[in-house]
């Protein structure tokens, strides 16, 4: 069965930085483009960042560009978050997302990791 | 970018109830339209795709309907298992984005 297990959250002070995994299985992993999306407590969700299949096509959510970078390892069914210069608004439960396209080609978010938390504090 | 106009941001209904919530976006999306169910605790999971078409393995009582900009997301008849957050999201164009959510308790 399809599985998306998170790693590498954790406490990091202001302009820090932190490297999420997420560890897929269950799945050809190269034939699915992935996203991250957060979710800061008792807040709704928000999408991160896109990458594309072969990892060319990459895309960022205003409120992380230049700051967070995503890349993916097909050979390694992994995929990747490095988040630089955190701030306290980067605090959230980051999930790893596999997206599918639809019938009408748009991109589901068909099965969802549980999350690593991110928390961002002195 | 488009923007994703959910509403309510809350209701409460009893069981037995027809819902609806409604999402309007800042342009034209087509049917580019999905909507998710967020448990206490939980990941989201997809309900509906396409606006209209329901998720393998999701109870008919779960419908959405809609083009263009605005959608409609309906319970037919709610169950107490229905307690949950329900977000809509577009998928015509990178950046993605959500609706702010609806939060619906029983009464």
């Known amino acids: 069965q399809v599985q998306l297990v998170e790693s590498g959250g954790g406490l990091v002070k202001p302009g820090g930085s932190l490297r999420l995994s997420c560890a897929a299985s269950g799945f050809t992993f190269s034939d699915h483009s992935m996203s991250w999306i957060r979710q800061a407590p008792g807040k709704g969700l928000e999408w991160v960042s896109y990458i594309g299949t072969r990892g060319s096509t990459i895309y960022y959510a205003d409120s992380v560009k230049g700051r967070f970078t995503i890349s993916r390892d097909n050979a390694k069914n992994s995929l990747f978050l490095q988040m630089n210069s955190l701030r306290a608004e980067d605090t959230a439960l980051f999930y790893c997302?596999?997206?599918?396209?639809?019938?009408?080609?748009?991109?589901?978010?068909?099965?969802w990791g549980q999350g690593t938390m991110v928390t961002v504090s002195s | 970018d488009i923007q994703m106009t959910q509403s309510p941001s809350s209701l409460s209904a009893s069981v037995g109830d027809r819902v609806t919530i409604t999402c309007q976006a800042s342009q034209d999306i087509s049917n580019y339209l999905n909507w998710y169910q967020q448990k206490s605790g939980k990941a989201p999971k997809v309900l509906i795709y396409?606006?209209?078409n329901l998720e393998t393995g999701v109870p008919s009582r779960f419908s959405g309907s809609g083009s263009g900009t605005d959608f409609t997301f309906t319970i037919s008849s709610l169950q107490p298992e229905d307690v949950a957050t329900y977000y809509c999201?577009?998928?015509?164009?990178?950046?993605?984005?959500f609706g702010q959510g609806t939060k619906l308790e029983l009464k």
């Open positions: 396409d606006a209209s």
């Open positions: 999201q577009q998928s015509d164009n990178l950046p993605y984005s």
């Open positions: 997302v596999r997206n599918t396209p639809s019938w009408a080609g748009g991109d589901v978010f068909d099965f």
